[in-house]
């Protein structure tokens, strides 16, 4: 079974960088092929933000993040990494890890979560 722990959130004044690290246990990402982050913010659905495959290491975005988040993957610590940079109050929200075999935006293609780690972005 694939367990998922999130750390590196934090408090961050707008324009500021965070390094959100997804850490993986019981298994290997590579078992699953596709890491993606989510975010939920206050009163708001979960959504999707970035994801990696593991196979190929091709990179996808949302929209409101391409050019400032960089996703990433280290296969020797067997963690994904989210490097966000350029924040701004609106990336205030918990975000969380998910892996799965199939990817893509909708949540219902990760079966594994984190627990999610918070980024708050003050103005």
């Known amino acids: 079974q694939l367990q998922l722990v999130e750390s590196g959130g934090g408090l961050v004044q707008a324009g500021g960088s965070l390094r959100l690290s997804c850490a993986a246990s019981?298994?290997?990402?590579?078992?699953?092929?596709?890491v993606g982050w989510f975010r939920q913010a206050p009163g708001k659905g979960r959504e999707f933000v970035a994801r990696?495959?593991?196979?190929?290491?091709?990179?996808r975005y949302t929209d409101s993040v391409k050019g400032r988040f960089t996703i990433s993957g280290d296969n020797a610590k067997n963690t994904v990494s989210l490097q966000m940079n350029s924040l701004k109050p609106e990336d205030t929200a918990v975000y969380y890890c998910?892996?799965?075999?199939?990817?893509?935006?909708?949540?219902?293609?990760?079966?594994?979560w984190g627990q999610g780690t918070q980024v708050t972005v003050s103005s």
């Open positions: 998910a892996a799965g075999v199939v990817g893509g935006l909708s949540q219902s293609n990760y079966p594994y």
């Open positions: 019981g298994r290997t990402f590579g078992s699953y092929k596709m």
């Open positions: 990696f495959n593991w196979s190929t290491g091709s990179t």
